[in-house]
């Protein structure tokens, strides 16, 4: 299994789709009337994945890419835009990879740290980029270099707490709930502040939803007084409608006089005129109170949509803040037995070198020449003949 790992690796490069990878997908669908593909920007962008593998893409969703090559992930991308969409042409997705993981380099060099990948990189070339093999007098800058993984390692944790309680914060906003679920060891100064940004948040919709609330009683309100004087219109056009039919049969009596009768006319048209400005000025009331309660079931709609939001990114930020702290305690470690070993010797000698790789979900060191063909996300092991001679004799 090892051997097909190391052997694999050249061929595997180009496909890589593993956490932290960097992606960028284009959607484009065909324009039948000219024969040329439009890209769809709403739907493209980049996309980074996740933690076991997996992507998330807007409108589809969460997608494990397992064994699927970028090809094939672009096929499976456009055939679910196509079901998510209702579509009848099916849409063309491409993938490009904008940055791999980067690779790590410990052990027995003078610059342990993490360096961008690139395809085709080997094990001799990760070791020029940490800056060759460790000799004594990289001692020093070996301590200093200790001091600022310690400041990283302070400032990563740092922020892990606060994304911690961020989190815990964004969860009780969507939960609706008034206080936040503390994590452990979480900082009372921190932990304050995320309160006080609840209880805001809180309010702040609170008070927005009572607003158009009220609103929406004024409307009804003015739809009252309305209802009332188109009553009373009512009841003046049919006073009015009856009466000028009595006239009428005067004036053909020659009872009445004709100005009489026009005058009810004109009373009557005038009165019409106001039930149909009342009844507009009804219907324009209730499409305002309708429209106000259409805001209010947004408000929270909305919210929550953001606040989902919110909690992605900050879920997305927390995992490579604790993926960059382990980085450090590992460089740490490694820095601190290379510091003893030249404490002891004050040499270098011949080195030899590991590949510390995941393969089929397990962690197994891989011990390779300089000239292996790396993966993106290796740790790249140096050691000495030194080294390995003081771990021997420390066991």
């Known amino acids: 299994m090892y051997t097909v790992a190391l052997t694999g690796a050249a061929s595997a490069q180009s496909d890589y789709l593993g956490p932290q990878t ?40 969460a997608i494990t890419i397992g064994d699927l090559s970028i090809e094939a992930l672009s096929q499976e991308i456009a055939a679910r835009f196509q079901v998510e969409m209702g579509l009848i042409d099916p849409l063309a997705a491409t993938i490009e990879v904008v940055a791999y993981p980067p690779i790590y380099v410990v052990g027995a060099v003078a610059q342990p740290g993490q360096y961008a990948f690139q395809p085709g990189m080997t094990v001799l070339q990760a070791l020029a980029l940490g800056g060759g093999q460790l000799r004594a007098e990289n001692t020093i800058s070996m301590a200093s270099e200790r001091i600022q993984l310690l400041s990283e390692l302070a400032a990563h944790e740092n922020e892990i707490g606060r994304s911690s309680l961020r989190v815990a914060r964004l969860n009780a906003e969507l939960a609706d709930a008034t206080e936040i679920d503390v994590p452990e060891d979480a900082d009372d100064k921190a932990l304050v502040q995320e309160q006080a940004v609840l209880k805001a948040g809180q309010t702040a919709r609170d008070r927005q939803i009572a607003s158009l609330t009220d609103l929406q009683v004024l409307y009804q309100q003015e739809i009252d007084v309305l209802e009332i004087r188109t009553a009373d219109i009512e009841k003046s056009i049919a006073s009015t409608e009856s009466e000028l039919a009595g006239v009428e049969k005067l004036v053909a009596t020659g009872m009445a006089t004709v100005s009489r009768r026009s005058e009810l006319e004109r009373l009557l048209a005038s009165l019409r005129s106001d039930r149909l400005e009342q009844n507009t000025a009804i219907m324009r009331a209730k499409q305002f109170m309708t429209e106000a309660e259409r805001n209010a079931d947004g408000i929270e709609d909305t919210r929550r949509s953001e606040l989902t939001e919110q909690l992605l990114t900050e879920q997305a930020l927390l995992e490579q803040l604790q993926l960059d702290a382990q980085t450090n305690r590992t460089l740490l470690a490694n820095l601190d037995k290379q510091l003893l070993i030249e404490g002891d010797t004050g040499e270098a000698s011949a080195i030899s070198f590991t590949i510390v790789r995941t393969v089929d979900d397990r962690i197994v060191d891989l011990p390779v020449g300089e000239a292996e063909i790396l993966l993106p996300s290796d740790v790249v092991k140096v ?5 390995e001679t003081a771990r021997a004799s420390g066991t």
């Open 22 to 61: 960097r992606l960028r997908l284009n959607i484009f669908q065909l324009m039948t009337q000219t024969g040329q593909y439009a890209r769809w920007d709403a739907l493209s962008g980049e996309l980074v994945v996740g933690a076991g593998g997996v992507v998330t893409v807007p409108v589809i969703g």
């Open 383 to 387: 050691s000495t003949a030194i080294a």
